[in-house]
Nanobody, 124 residues
Framework: QVRLVESGGGSVQPGGSLRLSCAASGHTFSTDAMAWFRQTLGNSREVVAAINWNGDSTCYAAFVKRRFTISKDNAKNTVYLELNSLEPQDTALYYC?????????????????WGQGTHVTVSS
């Protein structure tokens, strides 16, 4: 059974930082691409960042503007999302997703497994 467990969300002030983690089990994490998506109430899920199986290829949404960094530790079966210079518009439920393929994708439909999400709230 594949399981993805996100952690690290919370409430921060504008300009603050958070580090999200996603611990994976039950599949071949070391050969899978991973991604972070986010969703706000009434909106569809959107990609934030994606990374290929060995971490040498990454892709970010335009709104990231070099504020976030995705990384993957195959030894720990964990993917991270470093969030810096957070803005109120970044408030959302952040999900991690795993794709049973080596290449990354920006499309939610290409991911096979999903976590339950972790909340990020940015407010003064």
């Amino acid at each position: 059974q594949v399981r993805l467990v996100e952690s690290g969300g919370g409430s921060v002030q504008p300009g603050g930082s958070l580090r999200l983690s996603c611990a994976a089990s039950g599949h071949t994490f070391s050969t899978d691409a991973m991604a972070w998506f986010r969703q706000t109430l009434g909106n569809s899920r959107e990609v934030v960042a994606a990374i290929n199986w060995n971490g040498d290829s990454t892709c970010y949404a335009a709104f990231v503007k070099r504020r976030f960094t995705i990384s993957k530790d195959n030894a720990k079966n964990t993917v991270y999302l470093e969030l810096n210079s957070l803005e109120p518009q970044d408030t959302a439920l952040y999900y991690c997703a795993e794709r049973a393929a080596r290449t990354l994708s920006i499309y939610a439909g290409d991911y096979n497994y999903w976590g339950q999400g972790t909340h990020v709230t940015v407010s003064s």
